[in-house]
């Protein structure tokens, strides 16, 4: 067990140092970061001023070097719009963007399950078929016409929820919470529904019916548990997808989490917090997939021998 957990601690190390690496040759790829931070109006003493103050007057490597040990302590130099550092910055935006998007898993994984789990047990039942019509919808239509489509309807035209804007109460919650969640939702319920009835065609769900179980305690004790591991993988990487997507749907519904932090630093060309941001994300992705790992060999321990 400590043995899988080390091995899958070091891959994630390697991933963080991957996506530290790649923020840098891209940031250095889009053109001189300094003139691009500064705009066509500043002049070269500016520059040359701003340059040596970030130290990119100095060879690639060396900056690559410095970048590396900069990000490592969280650190990401001062923000160029915001006041503060950068990293400070994000993380003030950050638990707005964790708390849409762990609403919406939320919404997503309790749904799917249900649904997916009652489409396989009434199988080629208008149950079913209604399930996986609206599965399927939910992966065809784009989440940003989504948002703008129930922002209409529920906030402009019933006046039921809020059209925009952040606050601590869940009535704020339900617009962008499902935008975001939809995509995910659909997905989910289509692979419960394989998952279950590959499962419920085992010969352990046929001995357990011979016995006379209850039909409840072996759909969810026996089928479920067992169809569970993709499920989990799914959601390991829905989650870091939810935090990766908020951005649109942040913008949509003027969310102002770290999502819309983004694209207001692009615009403004605010480097330190782009790569702050991308930082934080990547490294939210890549804990929670360690922690899908580790909850494998709670579902299956015939993953630690592996």
């Known amino acids: 067990m400590g043995r899988y957990i080390l091995r899958r601690s070091i891959h994630a190390v390697f991933v963080i ?20 931070m500064l705009g066509e109006q500043a002049s070269q003493a500016d520059i040359e001023r701003v340059r040596a103050e970030l130290g990119m007057d100095r060879p690639l490597y060396i900056q690559y070097v410095n970048f590396l040990a900069d990000a490592v302590r ?15 910055v994000v993380l003030s935006r950050f638990p707005r963007t964790l708390m849409l998007a762990g609403v919406a898993l939320a919404i997503s994984v309790v749904l799917s399950i249900t649904l997916g789990t ?30 703008i489509m129930l922002i209409l309807i529920f906030a402009v035209n019933l ?8 606050a601590p109460s869940p009535i704020h919650f339900v617009l962008p919470a499902i935008t975001l969640a939809a995509p995910g939702l659909a ?14 065609s085992e010969d352990y769900v046929r001995s357990a019916r011979a016995k006379g179980l209850q039909e409840q305690t072996i759909v969810i004790r026996h089928a479920l548990k067992n169809a569970s591991i993709p499920l989990v993988t799914v959601i390991g ?39 702050a941001a991308v930082f934080i994300i990547a490294l939210s992705f890549v ?12 579902l299956d ?4 021998l592996e």
């Open 118 to 147: 009652i489409a396989a047990v009434k199988r080629h039942s208008p149950i079913d078929n209604v399930v996986m019509f609206l599965a399927l919808l939910g992966q065809s239509i784009p989440n940003f016409w989504l948002g």
């Open 187 to 200: 997905r989910l319920t289509r692979l419960t529904r394989s998952g279950m009835l590959d499962v419920l």
């Open 159 to 166: 006046g039921l929820t809020p059209s925009q804007g952040y």
């Open 74 to 88: 969280g650190d990401f130099q001062d923000s160029l719009r915001f006041q503060g550092g950068a990293m400070e």
């Open 237 to 275: 990487l829905d989650f870091g997808i939810l935090l990766g997507g908020a951005i649109i749907t942040e913008q949509i519904f003027q969310w102002n989490g770290v999502g819309q932090l983004l694209v207001e630093a692009i615009h403004a060309r605010d480097f330190p917090v782009i790569q």
């Open 287 to 298: 804990v929670i997939n360690l922690l899908v790992d580790i909850l494998y060999t709670w």
């Open 17 to 36: 140092l991957g996506v530290i690496t790649a923020v840098f040759v891209i940031t250095n790829l889009t053109g001189d970061p300094v003139e691009l």
């Open 301 to 304: 321990p015939r993953v630690r």
